[in-house]
Every structure is written in structure tokens, then in C-alpha cells.
């Protein structure tokens, strides 16, 4: 029984004496503060064990009140809603009472980072094991104190009850606000998605009135007393070195704190303007160093071979033998496409504000991996980790692009030389030339064809934009796919589904250009190809919703379509263009994408994602490029760069299909890759001009 | 010193005439509801109200704001409760990261007083100097669509 008078008995006890003190209770309280979780001393990162205790993941306030720890970060796929939903379902408790703390290396148990479409399949789930072992808890204890055996325990609506008709309690009550070291197990029995009630339900965005009402603080907003704004002197180009800086003129200037530390110059001020003023009056001489330009890229791409593997992941697949398949098909298709960088263009640019406290840095900042930053910073500043903390406010998107602590090592430099904290907030034209861009990538596809529409060979060499989704989804005899690394000119990272948007835009075009080889429509052209039951099912939703059969072939307008699979998710897409050949111009007028990555956790939430991945793939499928020269970036402005905006927006319709009977996959990811090709596609139907390149039509359609 | 009239409080600065509006709601005033963007008015993100018109605050120059009513999204409505617009934003899930929200929330309330009753193509010719790159602009429009139907009934 935990009666309250045992709280004072807990106190000196050691973990092990406190377990035989409570016999064969499953429940371990110990009075350490629920705020205090921190990680095994010394523990390293990448080598990190997840934690096996509940009170690592989740704990009951006296008040009831329900607080989740996950080193994961909300970047606007609304995880914070859904993962509330998770913990909601389990715990049968209100949503309302549920606050998720998240991507605070103090409190929350290490986590690699918030990418690879992973917090559904893998956080969710933890999340709900630890929720359910706590129900466990409950009901121990419920049993416990009412002397009934546990199946007369009934847990609903965040309250826990016995067989008498008195017999109510609180969640506090029955924990105390104790933390609760029972160990998770795996097999903590997980409500399933046929019952859910919370989970596969749409949800709004659980502190969605926070950001309405701008009241929401995201990392660029924070202010702590006596901070001041720091600035850092760029180079004028990648590749250059600083050979000298005459600081003079700028340490003159009132209140300003100049710093150099190696290649490292900045400014602290009490205002932004004047940091920036500062750092516009240093004197810098630079040594520059030739680059490579965009005119020579692809060319350069397939010269120059990395020596590590990158990515990760054996790259190369081999089945059958290319040459047989070659030598059975009745046509044979050579062709190469190629794809731009492009530039996450987040509409919060990277920002941080560090402090320094008694040796000790903290750091707030937004990024897609907090503990990874931690450790940046750890290095640059020769610390262990346990000095350095890093909180990630809900932030102003990321898309793969906010991997780094650029930032956060830049406003730690200043803090630490100032004596005080500073934030960094980089401007956009800093966003767009020294964060990281989508990688660029060459890829050659030599395939073979039956009349009959059998694709008999498929062979396909990634040149540097990577190897997610680089195997075909296709059932072809005959395979050879292989990922080379090369050296890029430009500084490149993660993006939103990685190089799944390169592999199926040449895949997806090369199944186009091989459907009219053989005079075939290019839907039943891909189901010949398609064993897979579920790419079939998307292919087929898709079609039937856009009405892909019955489609009018008017002068002007095309039609295309595209499918694949990624991180668990499966995505067809078809698009109509409206191609003007006067003018060029090429508008994409109609979206219809079915996606399907089991069970659907937040309906309304799944859609937005698959929406807005429609949108912001427009922009990589039509015109989004970086233009660089000499190491310099040339469009580093919204009003150079252009972004889909809502003249660019098509009619869209998405089609889930909700496999209950399947664990649930990511979906903020996944849902881009296929608007690029089906939109090549439609220009192709529109006119029979094959475009190989994206963007598609950076200017218009030339022809 | 330069008098500021925001969210109907009186506020006295001393920073240069030149310097954008931006800057001293969010650093010097603590107003952060308006963000940075882009800096050169082609994003939208800091979108508040002069007048009742929509004025991109990076660069507007506190100059020009002297003696007018700038209003930004926290005073839009009174401590707690919330504007139509909002209320609408809310009910169509039109956010994501919510980076661009409150800028688009302001455009959209100038829009509305300007056309109680706007469609779609004069919504997407108005609003497109708002970039949201999660990429929501479907479900802006129709919670614009919406505070709009809401706002005709309630007027």
C-alpha cells in the first residue's frame, strides 16, 4: 500500500532496499525530482541506451496533471498533437492533461534526432509502452488499495476505479507525484488500432491558440535579461580563408563586443542594427579559392568520387544479371536526368540564444537534433556534455534542414567573450548561402522492355543526391542500382525525404518514357510492373479518384502520374497541366495523391502533411534552383529564389487509405516524392517534350 | 524620440527614424508575434496592421508610422479571447510550424475589411505576398473563406 505517511520512510533508502521494502509490489518510487532526469554520466552519444524506466518517458503530478519526456522536436509536423494522442490512448486520460516536454537534453531521454520520418513508427511506440506499463502501475496500486483482485480496476477518462461505488481515484493520488522506476516491457500491452479511441482520430493542434494568438515563443523570439545580439562576419565566398581583420573601427563603437577567434569574427551589441553595423565596419582580407561552378556541376559530380560511402547504408543491389535482361527485352532505354540543388528556405532562419552560467552553457535554439548539437557545442568548447544543455522551443520548420549548430556554436562563441547571452538570429540571405542544400545528383538509367510492357532490366547510378528510396518498387527480374558519393561543390545535408525525390523523378520519368515506348498507358504500364499489393493500392486510388480513365485530351492540357514507395509509406500521384506553348508557361492545375502508411494516427494532421508536401514539392518539381558561381550563391533572396506560393497552388485532393491491420509509418516525408515526376509526366502528355531535368521549367517551357 | 501608437498603447522610442518597425516591436517593445522572414517585404512574416492595412513592418520605417495605429497579431483581439480570423485558422488546422501564422492572420483580417466577401482568386491575389513554406495555403484559403461567412453573419 502506498499510504501517504510512507513518502518519509523513502528517503535514504537505496533503490534496491526500497524494492525488498515493498515486497511484491511492482512499484518503485524514489523521491529524486521529476525536473532532475539526466543522462548516465559519461554516457556517449550514438552509443546511448534508451532508457527502460517509466519515469525516463513519463510522469503523474499530484495534480494528475501528465508530463511527457521525448528528445524528439516539433517542427510543424504536429507530433506534439499526435504523440499527446499516443500517450493519451494508453493512459486513458484526456489529451487536455497531457504536456509534452520535447528536445530538452536535461530532461528528456536521449534521442538521435527528429528526421527519417521515425517519431511515428518508433517514438509513438515507445511512448505508448511506457503510457501502458503506467496503466499497469495504476492498477497495481488501484488493487492494492481497494484489496480487489486487478481486473475489477477500470482506467477511463484519466480517473481509475474500483469495484465499490466509492472506490474513485485520481491518477495523483494512487502516484503521488513520485517518480516510477518500473521498467517498461516490450510486451506492455498496446491497445490495438481497431480499438483505438484517441489515436486514428483527428486532433487539433494541441496548443494551436499559442500560435494564433502569437503568443508561442519560437527560438528568434526568445529574450533573456541583459542579452545582446550578435553578428557574424561571413566570407565572401565558400572556400575562402581570412587573412587578416582590422576590428578597430568596430571595437570604437559603443557597447559593441568584437570577437575573433581563429577564422571566427563576430559582434555583440545591444541591438541587432548596430551588431550588424559593427560587423560591416571590420576590415576583412580574404584568400579565395577557385570553385566550381554550376555550368560544370554534373560533369563534376561524376569526376569526382568521395572516398567515404556517405548516407550510410550498403549503396549498391544487384539481382539477376543486367546483361541477360538487356538481351531479352525487345527495346533498350538509355537516359539521364539530373536534379538542382535546393535550399530548405525554413521561414525561421537558423537562431540561438546561449548563456553561460558558472561554466555551464545553455542553449536554446531550433534544430532537428538537439543532442547532436550538444554535442557541437561539447567539442567546440572542449566541455563534457553534462555541462552543456540544449532546449529546442516548438520552431519555425526544419524539413531535414536544421540538422547543425551552426547557430548555437556562433551565439555560444559571442556569450562566452561577452559575459552575457546573446542571441543569434541569421538573416535570410545567411539561411540561403551557409546553411546546407538538398544534394545535387546526376543519375544514368539503362533499362530493357518487352512489347508486351514487361520492363526486363533495370540498371540505375546515383551520382551524389543519395540512396533513400534508390531501389524500384517494381518486380524486375533483372536489377543493378548503385549509389556513388561524390564530392560536392556545395556545402549539402538532409532534406525532407532525401534523395527519394531524385531516385523516383528519374524512375518514375524513365517508366514514362519506357510506357510510350511500348504504346502503353502508363497506368496499366505500372501495374504490370507492380507486384506489390500495396503500391498497386495506392496506384489504383489514385487513378480512380483523379478519374485517370476517363481523362479529355484537350490541346494544352496533359496528364501524368507517378508512384513509389518510402520510410514505410506508399504515394501515387497523378497531376493535370495546362502547358501555354506561346508564352511557356506551365501551370499544374490538379493534385490527386494517395498515400497509405498503415494505420492513420491523426487523419486531418496526415492530410495537411501530404498537402503541404504537394505544395512544397512544386517548388523543387517546377522551379526552385540554387544558382551559384565562384562559391557564391547568386539568388539568396526570396525575390531571386522563388517558392511556391498561393498563385502556384492546384487544386489538391488526397485519398487516404487506412490499413489498420498495419503498424503506423511516418507521413511528413514521403508524400513529396511524387509530384515531380507526375508533373514531368503531364508536360510530356502535354506536348511531347521530355524534360529530364529538375526544375522542370525553371523559365518557362522552352522549346 | 519618436511616439508609437501600437495595440492601442502609447509608446516613446529613441531609435533612429530610419530603423523598421520590425526591429522595435520585437526587440525593444517585446512584441514577437510579428516575425523576420526575409527582410526585403517579400515574405510576409511580419505583416502587422497600420491603419487597418497590411504593411510588411521590415520595411517600414518607424518614420512612417509615427502618429498612425499599428496594431499586431496580439492585440488583434482582447486577452483571451480571439478574433474571428483566428478562430477560423484554428478550426481548418490552417497551420503547421505556425512561423508564418500570424502574418498571415493580419493579411487576411486587412483583406476582410477591405472585401467582407472575397473569392478564391481575389484571396490568392492578396495574399500572395505570404509565403508559407510547410505549404498550408490550401487551408488558409478556406479559413479565410470561413472567418469571412462567420463575420458577415455576426456584422
Known amino acids: 500500500m502506498m499510504a501517504p505517511g510512507r513518502a518519509a520512510s523513502e528517503t535514504l533508502m537505496d533503490r534496491r532496499d526500497f524494492f525488498r521494502a515493498l515486497g511484491g509490489v511492482v512499484v518503485v518510487l524514489t523521491v529524486e525530482p521529476a525536473e532532475g532526469l539526466q543522462q548516465a554520466p559519461g554516457a556517449r552519444s550514438g552509443a546511448q541506451q534508451t532508457p527502460r524506466e517509466i519515469a525516463a518517458w513519463l510522469h503523474i503530478g499530484e495534480d494528475s496533471a501528465i508530463t511527457v519526456f521525448t528528445g524528439k522536436v516539433e517542427v510543424g509536423q504536429n507530433i506534439r498533437t499526435s504523440l499527446a494522442q499516443a500517450v493519451a490512448e494508453e493512459l486513458r486520460a484526456p489529451i487536455e492533461r497531457i504536456r509534452l516536454v520535447m528536445g530538452d537534453t536535461d530532461r528528456t531521454p536521449f534521442d538521435m534526432g527528429t528526421f527519417g520520418s521515425r517519431t511515428t513508427p518508433f517514438m509513438a511506440p515507445q511512448l505508448r509502452r511506457a503510457a501502458a506499463a503506467m496503466r499497469e502501475v495504476l492498477t497495481d496500486l488501484a488493487a492494492e488499495r481497494w484489496g480487489c483482485s486487478r481486473e475489477r480496476i477500470v482506467i477511463g477518462d484519466g480517473m481509475v476505479k474500483g469495484p465499490g461505488a466509492a472506490q474513485t481515484a485520481s491518477f495523483g493520488e494512487l502516484t503521488q507525484g513520485k517518480r516510477i522506476l518500473k521498467e517498461i516491457s516490450d510486451a506492455a500491452p498496446l491497445t490495438p488500432a481497431g480499438r483505438w479511441s484517441v489515436l486514428g482520430a483527428s486532433r487539433p493542434k494541441v496548443d494551436g491558440a499559442a500560435f494564433v494568438t502569437g503568443r508561442h515563443q519560437f527560438p528568434s523570439d526568445l529574450r533573456l535579461p541583459g542579452m545582446l545580439y550578435g553578428k557574424v562576419l561571413r566570407p565572401p565566398a565558400f572556400g575562402a580563408s581570412l587573412v587578416s581583420a582590422d576590428l578597430s573601427e568596430a571595437q570604437r563603437m559603443p557597447g559593441v563586443i568584437v570577437v575573433r577567434e581563429g577564422n571566427f569574427v563576430g559582434a555583440a551589441a545591444p541591438d541587432e542594427f548596430t551588431a550588424s553595423q559593427a560587423v560591416a565596419a571590420i576590415r576583412a582580407e580574404w584568400k579565395l579559392t577557385p570553385q566550381p561552378g554550376a555550368g560544370e556541376l554534373f560533369e563534376y559530380l561524376k569526376k569526382n568520387p568521395a572516398e567515404t560511402q556517405g548516407f550510410g547504408g550498403a549503396p549498391r543491389h544487384e539481382a539477376g544479371s543486367i546483361e541477360q535482361g538487356l538481351a531479352a527485352a525487345d527495346h533498350q532505354l538509355r537516359q539521364t536526368y539530373t536534379v538542382a540543388y535546393i535550399a530548405h528556405a525554413p521561414l525561421e532562419p537558423r537562431a540561438a540564444v546561449a548563456q553561460w552560467e558558472e561554466g555551464k552553457l545553455t542553449v536554446w535554439t531550433g534544430t532537428q537534433r538537439p543532442f547532436g548539437v550538444r554535442s557541437e557545442l561539447a567539442q567546440a568548447f572542449g566541455l563534457p556534455e553534462s555541462q552543456v544543455r540544449v532546449l529546442v522551443p516548438d520552431t519555425g520548420s526544419g524539413y531535414g534542414g536544421k540538422h547543425t549548430g551552426d547557430a548555437a556554436i556562433e551565439a555560444a562563441r559571442l556569450a562566452r567573450a561577452a559575459g552575457r547571452p546573446v542571441k543569434v538570429v541569421w538573416t535570410r540571405e545567411e539561411e540561403f548561402t551557409w546553411a546546407y542544400f538538398r544534394p545535387a545528383g546526376l543519375i544514368e538509367v539503362t533499362s530493357g522492355v518487352r512489347r508486351d510492357g514487361t520492363v526486363t532490366a533495370w540498371e540505375f547510378h546515383n551520382y551524389n543526391s543519395g540512396p533513400a528510396a534508390i531501389r524500384t518498387p517494381y518486380s524486375i527480374e533483372h536489377q543493378r542500382i548503385e549509389f556513388h558519393p561524390a564530392r560536392s561543390p556545395l556545402r549539402q545535408g538532409s532534406y525532407r525525404a532525401l534523395a527519394a525525390t531524385a531516385n523516383h523523378f528519374a524512375r518514375e520519368t524513365h517508366m514514362d518514357e519506357l510506357a510510350a515506348l511500348v504504346g502503353m498507358d502508363p497506368l496499366e504500364f505500372r501495374l504490370r510492373n507492380a507486384k506489390d499489393p500495396r503500391l498497386r493500392a495506392v496506384l489504383e486510388a489514385a487513378a480512380e479518384k483523379f478519374g485517370w480513365s476517363r481523362r479529355k485530351k484537350d490541346p494544352g492540357v496533359g496528364y501524368g502520374l507517378a508512384a513509389g514507395f518510402e520510410k514505410g509509406g506508399y504515394v501515387a500521384t497523378c497531376a493535370e497541366v495546362a502547358v501555354d506553348r506561346a508564352t511557356g508557361s506551365v501551370r499544374v492545375v490538379r493534385v490527386v495523391e494517395a498515400f497509405e502508411c498503415g494505420a492513420v494516427v491523426n487523419p486531418d494532421h496526415l492530410r495537411n502533411q501530404v498537402e503541404g508536401s504537394i505544395i512544397m514539392g512544386l517548388g523543387g518539381a517546377l522551379f526552385e534552383a540554387v544558382e551559384f558561381e565562384d562559391g557564391r550563391i547568386l539568388n539568396p533572396r526570396f525575390s531571386a529564389y522563388r517558392v511556391p506560393r498561393f498563385s502556384d497552388l492546384p487544386q489538391i485532393e488526397v485519398v487516404l487509405l487506412d490499413r489498420k491491420d498495419l503498424p503506423p509509418a511516418g507521413g511528413g516525408e514521403t508524400p513529396i516524392v511524387g509530384i515531380a515526376p507526375a508533373a514531368g509526366n503531364a508536360i510530356f502528355d502535354a506536348t511531347g517534350v521530355r524534360l529530364r531535368s529538375l526544375p522542370l521549367v525553371p523559365h518557362g517551357l522552352k522549346t | ?155
Open chain 2, 1 to 155: 524620440m519618436i511616439e508609437l501608437q501600437v495595440n492601442g498603447k502609447t509608446y516613446r522610442t529613441s531609435a533612429p527614424a530610419e530603423r523598421p518597425l520590425l526591429n522595435v516591436l520585437r526587440d525593444e517593445l517585446g512584441l514577437t508575434g510579428a516575425k523576420y522572414g526575409c527582410g526585403e517585404g517579400q515574405c510576409g512574416a511580419c505583416t502587422v496592421l497600420l491603419d487597418g492595412r497590411a504593411v510588411r513592418s521590415c520595411v517600414t520605417p518607424l518614420r512612417a508610422v509615427a502618429g498612425r495605429a499599428v496594431t499586431t497579431i496580439e492585440g488583434l483581439a482582447p486577452a483571451g479571447g480571439l478574433h474571428p480570423v483566428q478562430e477560423a485558422f484554428l478550426e481548418a488546422g490552417a497551420l503547421q510550424c505556425g512561423y508564418c501564422t500570424p502574418g498571415m492572420i493580419l493579411s487576411a483580417v486587412a483583406l476582410l475589411s477591405r472585401n467582407p466577401d472575397p473569392g478564391v482568386a481575389e484571396i490568392v491575389r492578396f495574399m500572395d505576398g505570404n509565403i508559407c513554406r510547410c505549404g498550408v495555403y490550401p487551408r488558409i484559403i478556406a479559413a479565410i473563406r470561413s472567418a469571412a461567412a462567420r463575420m458577415r453573419r455576426s456584422a
